[in-house]
């Protein structure tokens, strides 16, 4: 989740709050209780399931598998909203207005992230130790993605 959402503010993890982009405009949320959170979670949960028990049971009809998926978005948007009791983020209609499907998964993410303070700071410091035993990783990663030069003499035998 590191690559998608980049990393959590010390500072809002301490003062317990959520910060979302929606149509160029932050909005800070306060991250709830446990209780509260766990019961938001069970509404995330059952949505996946959902979701994904569609596409599962649609087998090889990749039509209907891509129908399943393109619904999706509605029932997240929902969850946002829930999660928010009405009081700091735009309504439905505005967010469906201004988000792409993934701003709205990185704000669900976003949610989710700050009910799991562990489990951010467990990525975090995977990510590090991936980085401690192989530092050159990310310069490597770099170097191979960037197209080839063409300028330099060819590499292919000209053999028959």
């Given at each position: 989740m590191d690559s998608l959402l980049g990393p959590r503010s010390i500072d809002d993890v301490r003062a317990k709050r959520i910060v979302l982009t929606i149509g160029g405009v932050k909005y800070t949320l306060?991250?709830?209780?446990?209780?509260?959170?766990?019961?938001?979670?069970?509404?995330?949960d059952e949505e996946l399931v959902r979701l994904l028990s569609l596409v599962q049971s649609d087998g090889d009809d990749h039509k209907a598998m891509l129908l399943a998926l393109s619904q999706s978005p509605w029932p997240f948007i929902d969850l946002l909203i829930s999660y928010d009791d009405g009081n700091v983020l735009p309504d439905r209609d505005s967010i469906d207005e201004t988000e792409t499907e993934y701003d709205l998964l990185i704000a669900c993410l976003e949610v989710w992230r700050a009910a799991h303070p562990l489990a951010d700071i467990g990525l975090a410091l995977f990510a590090l130790r991936e980085l401690m035993l192989d530092p050159m990783q990310p310069l490597r990663a770099h170097l191979s993605s960037l197209p080839p030069r063409?300028?330099?003499?060819?590499?292919t035998s000209m053999t028959n």
């Amino acid at each position: 989740m590191d690559s998608l959402l980049g990393p959590r503010s010390i500072d809002d993890v301490r003062a317990k709050r959520i910060v979302l982009t929606i149509g160029g405009v932050k909005y800070t949320l306060p991250v709830k209780p446990m209780r509260a959170m766990r019961e938001w979670e069970e509404r995330l949960d059952e949505e996946l399931v959902r979701l994904l028990s569609l596409v599962q049971s649609d087998g090889d009809d990749h039509k209907a598998m891509l129908l399943a998926l393109s619904q999706s978005p509605w029932p997240f948007i929902d969850l946002l909203i829930s999660y928010d009791d009405g009081n700091v983020l735009p309504d439905r209609d505005s967010i469906d207005e201004t988000e792409t499907e993934y701003d709205l998964l990185i704000a669900c993410l976003e949610v989710w992230r700050a009910a799991h303070p562990l489990a951010d700071i467990g990525l975090a410091l995977f990510a590090l130790r991936e980085l401690m035993l192989d530092p050159m990783q990310p310069l490597r990663a770099h170097l191979s993605s960037l197209p080839p030069r063409g300028d330099g003499p060819s590499t292919t035998s000209m053999t028959n």
